[in-house]
């Protein structure tokens, strides 16, 4: 089993819609949280970090749930521009570790 | 610019060679990171340095993977008597004291025909 799980997807949603991606992890002294993303043949870039108290940038909210060790990403009012490969990052004595990314393809 | 550069951005080889990449860090971060990854795959660990100690390595990578970070400044990554299954990019990514997130370089691209 892999320590970090993700839904590879592909999802496809229309423009405006809200599209959730969940990642669950299994290592429980897992100490901090990121989601990235990451574009076709580019780097991974910083999203955002994720708490437990649950965090907003604009239209993207991540949520931690440490009992049931997921985390969550909700993207709403989706944009073409938000197409890309959502990568799911957990960190541990400052190594981290990612998932294998959710594949979101928004269309006009 | 002050992002993470990597050099060079694409290196093809014959099966056998070694090679050697290099990454320049953000200048004010002490942490610095190799990843590899392929296709539909995540980032996967190779290993970190903190300042110039390295202070973890991938129990996946052989012993023709090493890593150097002589003044903890840029690092180099070589990979001797490369093998197919090492194609891949090889990412570097850094990151300033505490709990925050990385900034990736571009990566390199390895191509072992």
């Known amino acids: 089993r892999k320590e970090v799980e993700q839904d590879p997807g592909p999802f496809n949603v229309p423009e405006g819609a809200t599209v959730a991606f969940n990642c669950t992890y299994s290592?429980?002294?897992?100490?901090?949280f990121f989601w990235y993303r990451q574009d076709c043949r580019k780097e991974p870039k910083l999203l955002m970090s994720v708490y437990s108290s649950g965090n907003e940038d604009g239209r993207f909210t991540a949520q931690l749930n440490r009992a049931s060790q997921y985390i969550s990403l909700l993207i709403r009012d989706s944009k073409l521009s938000d197409s890309a490969t959502y990568l799911c990052v957990v960190n541990n004595a400052g190594k981290s570790t990612f998932g294998d990314g959710t594949t979101l393809t928004v269309k006009p | 610019d002050t992002g993470v550069s990597q050099d060079p951005r694409h290196k093809i080889t014959k099966r056998g060679q070694n090679v050697t990449f290099r990454c320049d860090p953000i200048s004010e971060h002490n942490r610095l990171y190799w990843y590899r990854q392929t296709l539909g795959q995540g980032p996967e660990f190779l290993t970190y340095?903190?300042?110039?100690?390295?202070?973890?390595k991938s129990r996946l990578l052989s012993d023709r993977f090493s890593a150097e970070r002589p003044k903890g400044s840029f690092s180099t990554l070589e990979i001797q008597r490369t093998e197919q299954g090492d194609s891949a990019m090889y990412l570097c990514?850094?990151?300033?004291?505490?709990?925050?997130?990385?900034?990736f370089g571009s990566g390199t691209r390895l191509t072992v025909v």
């Open positions: 290592n429980s002294a897992s100490q901090s």
């Open positions: 340095f903190q300042n110039e100690a390295q202070l973890e």
């Open positions: 990514a850094s990151s300033p004291p505490g709990d925050y997130g990385y900034t």
